[in-house]
């Protein structure tokens, strides 16, 4: 059966530009906000009812995240767009599910679009984008709809755990990317295992009808996997070698402990991708050799009846002058030649390890 395929461009063709337009399918009942606004003394967990009761927290003097679920409700996006002074064409690019990972800088923030990757209850992967906005004492996060790797975060601006209380909102960014980076280990554990799984069945012979089509799946996964991560290396090589305002100096070393785990995470799809290739090579080899062994099996079997079917054509003709169509034991004896022939083939067979 074909999948469907859904062409999300078509529902900016013909648009201005600017335009915010949500080209996704997951239509969120209703905006979900919420927002931790903390100091080294304390933390404030708030449930926001609005778009509107986000306005008070951009000239602040505490660090506040604010986290948006729900990106097809585009006109709230705007309102909070236009307090916060964001670019029409960087709101464009949150609601735009397509778009790829990226660090764009503006004069009082800055923009980086990431994908989220998952493994929903099916074990099909998952990719959602997040976008952040990073300004001088806040950080805005928007995602298409609920669920999410940023639960550890939370955790530690609860109790204090850690340095991020203690630390500007640029820390704030690195906590929050550094989450989805760590969950891609994740990602990559499973996808292994599954890899390794299937290396396993092939070499036990326990192959599937439509295994093809499962290396297939597997190939269309990593290659989602690596168009996801590859281009966060250039995000995070442009934080740590730029000198935007935003970025403090002391924070520049924990953007590049995510950077090394980016090149692990990119060294494990390499390895993972090649495996994939040789998995179909593995399988077409396993099938021609299985091939190979029926083959040999009809051809012993042939080998064996052509003389038995020779001695059997001979004594078939309708001749009238055959000395042995006289013979008295003459059918026995033809029977004992031609099993005296067969026992020897199967012996030379098992000798030469044939059979």
Same mark, same amino acid.
């Given at each position: 059966?074909?999948?469907?395929?859904?062409?999300?461009?078509?529902?900016?063709?013909?648009?201005?530009?600017?335009?915010?337009?949500?080209?996704?399918?997951?239509?969120?009942?209703?905006?979900?906000?919420?927002?931790?606004?903390?100091?080294?003394?304390?933390?404030?967990?708030?449930?926001?009812?609005?778009?509107?009761?986000?306005?008070?927290?951009?000239?602040?003097?505490?660090?506040?995240?604010?986290?948006?679920?729900?990106?097809?409700?585009?006109?709230?996006?705007?309102?909070?767009?236009?307090?916060?002074?964001?670019?029409?064409?960087?709101?464009?690019?949150?609601?735009?599910?397509?778009?790829?990972?990226?660090?764009? &800088?503006?004069?009082?923030?800055?923009?980086?679009?990431?994908?989220?990757?998952?493994?929903?209850?099916?074990?099909?992967?998952?990719?959602?984008?997040?976008?952040?906005?990073?300004?001088?004492?806040?950080?805005?996060?928007?995602?298409?709809?609920?669920?999410?790797?940023?639960?550890?975060?939370?955790?530690?601006?609860?109790?204090?755990?850690?340095?991020?209380?203690?630390?500007?909102?640029?820390?704030?960014?690195?906590?929050?990317?550094?989450?989805?980076?760590?969950?891609?280990?994740?990602?990559?554990?499973?996808?292994?295992?599954?890899?390794?799984?299937? &290396?396993?069945?092939?070499?036990?012979?326990?192959?599937?009808?439509?295994?093809?089509?499962?290396?297939?799946?597997?190939?269309?996964?990593?290659?989602?996997?690596?168009?996801?991560?590859?281009?966060?290396?250039?995000?995070?090589?442009?934080?740590?070698?730029?000198?935007?305002?935003?970025?403090?100096?002391?924070?520049?070393?924990?953007?590049?402990?995510?950077?090394?785990?980016?090149?692990?995470?990119?060294?494990?799809?390499?390895?993972?991708?090649?495996?994939?290739?040789?998995?179909?090579?593995?399988?077409?080899?396993?099938?021609?050799?299985?091939?190979?062994?029926?083959?040999?099996?009809?051809?012993?079997?042939?080998?064996?009846?052509?003389?038995?079917?020779?001695?059997?054509?001979?004594?078939?003709?309708?001749?009238?002058?055959?000395? &042995?169509?006289?013979?008295?034991?003459?059918?026995?004896?033809?029977?004992?030649?031609?099993?005296?022939?067969?026992?020897?083939?199967?012996?030379?067979?098992?000798?030469?390890?044939?059979?």
């Amino acid at each position: 059966m074909a999948r469907k395929r859904v062409y999300r461009s078509k529902k900016k063709l013909g648009q201005v530009p600017g335009s915010v337009i949500y080209t996704g399918e997951r239509s969120k009942p209703k905006l979900s906000l919420e927002a931790f606004d903390y100091t080294k003394q304390n933390c404030v967990e708030k449930e926001l009812q609005n778009i509107e009761e986000s306005f008070q927290f951009k000239h602040t003097d505490s660090i506040t995240w604010i986290n948006i679920n729900g990106l097809n409700y585009v006109t709230e996006i705007e309102k909070l767009g236009q307090h916060y002074n964001i670019h029409p064409l960087v709101l464009e690019d949150i609601v735009n599910i397509a778009q790829r990972p990226k660090i764009d &800088e503006h004069e009082n923030y800055l923009f980086i679009v990431l994908k989220m990757l998952y493994y929903d209850k099916d074990q099909n992967i998952v990719s959602e984008q997040v976008s952040f906005i990073l300004g001088k004492n806040y950080v805005l996060s928007f995602q298409e709809s609920e669920g999410d790797v940023f639960d550890s975060v939370r955790d530690r601006l609860r109790h204090a755990k850690g340095r991020v209380r203690n630390m500007e909102a640029d820390y704030l960014l690195y906590t929050l990317i550094d989450a989805i980076v760590d969950h891609y280990f994740s990602v990559i554990e499973i996808l292994g295992d599954k890899i390794e799984d299937f &290396e396993t069945k092939i070499f036990s012979g326990h192959i599937e009808d439509d295994a093809s089509r499962s290396i297939q799946d597997l190939k269309r996964e990593i290659l989602r996997v690596r168009r996801s991560i590859f281009p966060l290396r250039e995000i995070i090589g442009r934080i740590e070698k730029n000198d935007n305002k935003l970025i403090h100096q002391n924070t520049i070393t924990y953007y590049r402990d995510i950077y090394d785990h980016l090149i692990q995470v990119s060294e494990n799809i390499d390895i993972y991708r090649e495996m994939i290739w040789s998995l179909m090579d593995m399988y077409m080899t396993t099938i021609s050799n299985k091939m190979n062994e029926v083959m040999k099996v009809l051809t012993i079997m042939a080998t064996i009846f052509i003389p038995l079917t020779f001695i059997v054509g001979v004594y078939g003709m309708n001749f009238q002058h055959m000395p &042995e169509l006289q013979y008295k034991n003459g059918y026995f004896i033809v029977w004992g030649v031609m099993v005296a022939i067969f026992i020897g083939l199967v012996y030379y067979f098992k000798r030469k390890k044939w059979l």
